[in-house]
């Protein structure tokens, strides 16, 4: 049966209609021209160049500023196209009356007016600090200068004005980076024409930039994601910093020449007569400065916007130099730098980016990757033999490129998705590769890898499993189950069975794997599916029947006030059943915050329905309403409140941070209270777990609690700070058009005095607002570095103090790790989890510098201890004081 057909009334069906508007446009020649200039080099990029250059001309007039857009956007969005598209300009400043054979006139250059008009482009994206597209305009400026269209006086002159960048005061590391990419990458493209020109130029180029990476070392130190506590050192095996590895490239052409591996189809050309055509002349740029808000230099320090601080870019190598590209290789840098501006240009589409990732050998030298299997044999020998593996280079670069400290570029559910879809475009060749990467990966978190990349990498690794049938040879990590039980490796497991089962369900996660691993002492498996647990469901536990009658309130939808008043009828009874040792308030509290938890527990919207309902409830409880000293219970209230929620959902750790998230949304507990919750109490959850929560460790789960609370607080901070920009614009504008209504002169020509400006109530509220919700972050941010501190350097008197935490600093210790214990583990664990909040919360931390050393740090003045000179190192480097 169709539905599509027409009724017998003749009604057209509105797909009908919609067909017939697709049909109505109609591209115009301009419009056909800009697409198959963005489209050149689809099927051979070699033939057809020829073939674009004659469609461009016969369309007559030509319209610069569409050819101009057109090439823009070629160069911005398909890097690996520039030397194609400085092909196709330079037949466009041929003169075609000559029959080809020479250089036109300037004035009759068609290439000339495109570059005219395309450096006009090139200067807005330099003026807005668009660092991505200044960069690839710059590739394609230095294929234009090799290619003999631009003179090499002013590409160099361009590239002087990105290394002046380096020796600014004060420059971040995120602007010396971009410059830096910007010259050195330009000079390894023109580096032969520029040296001829000026012999000096390219090692002066050189020396600004090593100039400039020799000071970031503290910097490296800290982003290393191979960690050794024990060592100051920065030399990281089977890792490269970008920087580094772009100086060291620059080097190794210089001193080759500049014989670069880059593609110049231009240079088949003949080279232009100079008697007739004269170079283009870049103009002269100004990079200018990082946009300064007024208010950063006020006394307001938190009122100006914190801009993310950006680090030196450790990427991670997993195969060896004859399957993968060494970036330290002039060619094992460019297919690098290529391939990561492709994943970064292509996160709106990462099927696209799939399908141009695989296809991107067809756009370098052949003989740079290994052909496809059943390819036929080339027609002539290759001019390079590095025969590297296609799909081994794409899943290195795009983990490499998740994996960045302390955060990535792009989102990191980007690079795993982006991973999928490779693996369903090809599945028998990157397959292979994605298991190889996993057991390197797997391998090396016995090494020392970062806390926050093993985190990162069970949650690519469950989404991966889940995309792909939950296929795993899991019987190969048997060996390690005899592993101490917070080992990296068993850490590793055990986290990813959880997200397996968060993306899936519990029976298809546990028929995966192997009987060794179902087994309660290996701590692999959850002893039980994710769901709730509800401390007085069943009829023997005590104090069952006091759960039940509040149940039956919340089930029976009691008004607040009724519940309120029932629970203080309920305390005097219960402070009659209880013994001296029990509290009764907290034993209410707990009782109440668990009932309502089970009303809301079938599904989120329950919870939320729960929650928003009995919400005034929940403001007595964690104000100590219950209790006859409401002033001194607030804290402690709300402490119980958290512990109430997280044993409630002790086999969901997915449940207590979504629960945990909703109370700080609406206010019943303070980003500060979680926080002070997840160092102090978090250990008394679950006492099943005791082997992996005592002493005080701090694991993903613990992270992720500390994580949330501090973006909750910081996220309140920046909303308010937009919200009081507006009101005071708006204050601002009232004042102004009051000001300028009707002039301030009377009619004698005296001077009226100003009248007086109505206060705006809604601004005032807003800044009272924004005051208080800094003084909670800045709350938040020390209350974390306080826990940190005194778990890595407690002292005799500390909650839950590792014994392990100074133990382990030293050399031997590490290299004696393989009989390390629990507690040595838990100890190196947490000590990870301090470094990477240091460095992710730097641009915080920075603001209050001064008050957070003197309360945390001025103990340690005066003392001769590892843990402690370490916790000092840590933040005087995320800090910028080293």
């Known amino acids: 049966m169709s539905y599509n057909r027409q009724s017998r009334g ?132 230095a294929h234009l200068t090799s290619a003999q269209l631009i003179s090499p006086e002013s590409f160099a002159a361009l590239l002087q004005s990105f290394t002046a960048v380096l020796d600014e005061f004060g420059v971040s590391h995120g602007r010396a980076k971009r410059a830096a990419l910007c010259a050195a990458e330009g000079l390894m493209i023109a580096g032969a024409v ?109 009122e100006s916007e914190i801009k993310r601080q950006e680090w030196p870019e450790y990427f991670l190598r997993l195969f060896s130099d004859d399957v993968t590209p060494d970036p330290n290789t002039p060619a094992g840098y460019a297919v690098r730098s290529d391939l990561l501006v492709m994943i970064d240009i292509f996160e709106v589409n990462r099927k696209e980016a799939a399908r141009l990732l695989l296809e991107y050998p067809k756009w370098v030298a052949p003989g740079t990757f290994k052909p496809k299997p059943g390819a036929p044999p080339p027609e002539m020998e290759h001019l390079v033999n590095h025969d590297w593996q296609l799909e081994s280079t794409l899943l290195e670069t795009m983990l490499g490129a998740s994996l960045v400290l302390p955060q990535s570029s792009q989102a990191q559910i980007y690079y795993d998705s982006l ?50 049938n939950f296929q795993w040879v899991w019987k190969e990590w048997i060996p390690d189950l005899d592993l101490a039980i917070q080992h990296p490796k068993r850490a590793f497991m055990r986290t990813a069975v959880e997200h397996e089962i968060r993306l ?54 009691a008004k607040a006030e009724d519940v309120i008043v029932h629970l203080d009828t309920l305390r005097n009874t219960l402070e009659s059943e209880i013994s001296e040792t029990e509290n009764v308030n907290s034993l209410v509290r707990i009782i109440s915050t668990q009932s309502l938890l089970h009303v809301g527990s079938r599904s989120f919207s329950h919870l939320l329905n729960a929650i928003e309902r009995y919400l005034p409830l929940l403001r007595t409880l964690a104000s100590g309403g219950v209790t006859a000293s409401a002033a001194a219970g607030n804290l402690e209230a709300k402490a119980d409140i958290l512990s109430a929620a997280a044993l409630f959902w002790k086999y969901n750790p997915q449940m207590v941070a979504i629960v ?45 609690l500390l994580k949330a609370a501090l973006d909750k607080a910081i996220g309140r901070v920046n909303t308010a700070r937009r919200k009081l920009a507006i009101l005071r614009k708006e204050d601002d504008d009232n004042r102004a058009r009051a000001k300028a209504s009707g002039g301030n002169m009377d009619v004698d020509g005296e001077t009226k005095p100003d009248e007086p400006v109505m206060e705006n109530p809604a601004l005032a509220v807003a800044l ?29 008197t500390s909650l839950h103090p590792n014994p392990k935490a100074r133990e382990i600093l030293t050399e031997h210790s590490w290299h004696n790790r393989a009989n390390w214990g629990k507690e040595e583990w838990n100890a190196w664990e947490t000590w990870g989890w301090y470094r990477h909040f240091c460095r992710a919360y730097s641009p915080y931390l920075r603001n209050y510098a001064t008050t957070f050393t003197a309360v945390s740090f001025a103990r340690f003045e005066g003392q001769s201890d590892p843990a402690s000179d370490l916790l000092q190192k840590i933040w005087d480097v995320s800090i910028g004081q080293e």
């Open 504 to 557: 899936s369900y519990y029976d298809r996660v546990a028929k995966s794997l192997p009987e060794a691993m179902h087994a309660l002492e290996a701590h692999i498996l959850p002893k039980q599916a994710p769901g709730p647990d509800f401390m007085y469901d069943d009829i023997s536990k005590p104090h069952h029947d006091a759960a039940q009658s509040i149940l039956n309130l919340f089930r029976g939808r």
């Open 768 to 796: 009272k607002a924004f005051s208080s919700l800094t003084r909670e972050q800045k709350t938040a941010l020390s209350r974390t570095l306080e826990g940190f501190v005194s778990c890595l350097a407690p002292s005799p």
């Open 194 to 302: 520029l040296t001829s020109h000026e012999p000096a130029f390219p090692g002066e180029v050189i020396m600004s930039i090593q100039t400039y990476t020799e000071t970031t070392g503290s910097g490296k130190w800290i982003v290393q994601p191979v960690v050794r506590l024990h060592s100051p050192a920065v030399a990281v095996e089977n890792a490269d910093e970008l920087l580094d590895t772009a100086l060291i490239a620059l080097k190794a052409l210089e001193s080759s020449g500049f014989e670069g591996p880059y593609p110049r189809p231009y240079s088949q050309y003949h080279p232009p007569d100079s008697s007739l055509f004269t170079l283009f002349s870049l103009p002269s740029v100004l990079v200018p400065p990082e946009v300064i808000e007024l208010e950063t230099l006020s006394s307001e320090v938190e």
């Open 660 to 704: 945990f998230d909703k109370l700080m949304q609406y206010q019943i507990v303070d980003p500060t209270d979680v926080v002070s919750w997840t160092f102090l109490h978090v250990s008394e959850v679950d006492e099943s777990e005791a082997d992996l929560r005592a002493p005080l460790n701090l694991s993903a789960f613990e992270w992720n």
């Open 10 to 141: 003749g009604r057209r069906h509105y797909r009908d209609d919609e067909d017939d508007r697709r049909r109505d446009i109609v591209e115009s020649p301009q419009e056909r021209l800009k697409f198959a200039i963005i489209k050149l080099g689809e099927a051979d990029p070699y033939q057809e160049i020829s073939a674009v250059e004659s469609r461009i001309r016969e369309l007559a007039p030509p319209d610069i500023y569409n050819l101009s857009e057109s090439f823009h956007i070629g160069v911005t969005e398909q890097p690996y196209k520039i030397p194609f598209y400085a092909a196709l300009l330079r037949l466009l400043h041929e003169n075609p009356s000559k029959d080809g054979d020479s250089f036109g006139a300037d004035e009759n250059s068609l290439g000339k007016q495109i570059l005219e008009e395309f450096w006009k482009g090139f200067q807005a994206y330099v003026d807005k600090l668009m660092w991505r597209e200044t960069r690839l305009c710059i590739h394609f400026f």
């Open 419 to 468: 991973i999928t879809e490779v693996c369903k475009l090809s599945p028998s060749t990157v397959g292979p590769a994605v298991g190889k990467s996993i057991r390197k990966l797997y391998s090396s978190l016995t090494d020392g890898l970062d806390v926050e990349i093993e985190r990162r990498f069970s949650e690519w690794f469950a989404i991966h499993m889940s995309n792909f």
